[in-house]
């Protein structure tokens, strides 16, 4: 198994440019998770899904939208970049509730100039 | 609202030695997940050891072990005989059993490993 995979691993955009940062599992989790990590600071969730076809926000989704059509996929759309978005997005799954383990992605390192 | 707070923000240890990082937590909830997750140099986040409340033997693997305090709200990871490969950011999080499955996450301390 791959785990969970990210791309691209860095990336520059200018400000008010789109784009979509990639994840994808190959775990068949049903549980898939969008954090961001400023410098020195810990995670912060930017939009989870419990499954297929089902999303919901966390602690900071302004600026960002998902999307969950299959259970692998779960991209991370960033409209009109603004350098606040700069950081790095970690990607996660797990298998279900509770105690079980999420699985990180490598992240991918965004810098908005 | 559930807080996760590491008051360390760095600490350094001489290779060999034990080193413990403190982590407190707030939370209304009974029943919910603690973890710690090493994050080295790569930014790949990493398991290290996760512990249920429920459960009052502290949770260990390998060089590592737990000091769960339920009723202070304290959760310390201990590093047994410190290695260079031991250092890296650590975070610790909390994670309650809902729907939702939510993780929140301390601001993480910096462990240096000192040769």
């Known amino acids: 198994n791959a785990g969970v995979t990210q791309t691209p691993k860095f990336r520059i955009l200018k400000i008010g440019q789109s784009m979509t940062l990639q994840c994808t599992q190959d775990?068949?989790?049903?549980?898939m998770y969008w954090y961001r990590q400023d410098p020195g600071m810990g995670l912060k969730l930017i939009y989870y899904s419990v499954g297929a076809g089902i999303t919901d926000k966390g602690e900071v989704p302004n600026g960002y939208n998902v999307s969950r059509s299959t259970t692998e996929d779960f991209p991370l759309r960033l409209e009109l970049a603004a350098p606040s978005q700069t950081s790095v997005y970690f990607c996660?799954?797990?298998?279900?509730?509770?105690?079980?383990?999420?699985?990180f992605g490598p992240g991918t390192r965004l810098l908005v100039l | 609202a559930q807080t996760v707070t590491q008051s360390q923000p760095e600490m350094s240890v001489q290779e060999a030695e034990t080193v413990t990082l403190s982590c407190t937590y707030d939370t209304s909830e009974s029943d919910y997940y603690l973890f710690w997750y090493k994050q080295p140099p790569s930014r790949q986040m990493i398991l290290v050891i996760r512990q249920e409340a429920y459960k009052q033997q502290n949770a260990t693997e390998n060089r590592f072990s737990v000091n769960f305090q339920k009723a202070a709200k304290s959760f310390s990871l201990k590093i047994s005989d410190s290695q260079l490969g031991d250092a890296a950011m650590y975070f610790c999080?909390?994670?309650?059993?809902?729907?939702?499955?939510?993780?929140?996450f301390g601001k993480g301390t910096r462990l240096h490993i000192l040769p």
């Open positions: 996660a799954s797990s298998p279900g509730q509770g105690g079980k383990t999420q699985y």
């Open positions: 999080a909390y994670r309650r059993v809902s729907r939702d499955d939510k993780i929140i």
């Open positions: 775990m068949n989790h049903n549980y």
